[in-house]
């Protein structure tokens, strides 16, 4: 059974920053590249970030490049993004899966909110 536990969200100020985690189970991980996902309220959900099955390939939204990094640890079938310099319009819900194009997987995890706000 596929699982995507994220966390690391929170609350935090304008110019500061998170990291993410998001730990996968259910698949194997290693073969898999993975994505970050957000969904702010009214809007779609919208790919942030990837990194390829090897870790050598990374690519980011341009709404985040730039201050954003996302990393793996296959030994612990884990994704991480980085997230600094945050900004208001970065608070949404982050998602985790698998894939590169698109999902790999219909299940999604709860997500990890992240609110920016002074």
């Known amino acids: 059974q596929v699982q995507f536990v994220e966390s690391g969200g929170g609350l935090v100020q304008p110019g500061g920053s998170l990291r993410l985690s998001c730990a996968a189970s259910?698949?194997?991980?290693?073969?898999?590249?993975m994505s970050w996902y957000r969904q702010s309220p009214g809007k779609e959900r919208e790919l942030v970030a990837r990194?390829?099955?090897?870790?050598?390939?990374?690519n980011y939204a341009d709404s985040v490049k730039g201050r954003s990094t996302i990393s793996r640890h296959d030994a612990e079938n884990t994704v991480y993004l980085q997230m600094n310099s945050l900004k208001p319009e970065d608070t949404a819900v982050y998602y985790c899966?698998?894939?590169?194009?698109?999902?790999?997987?219909?299940?999604w995890g709860q997500g990890t909110q992240v609110t920016v706000s002074s």
């Open positions: 990194i390829a099955s090897d870790g050598n390939r990374t």
């Open positions: 899966n698998a894939g590169w194009t698109r999902a790999s997987f219909g299940y």
């Open positions: 259910g698949f194997t991980f290693s073969r898999y590249a």
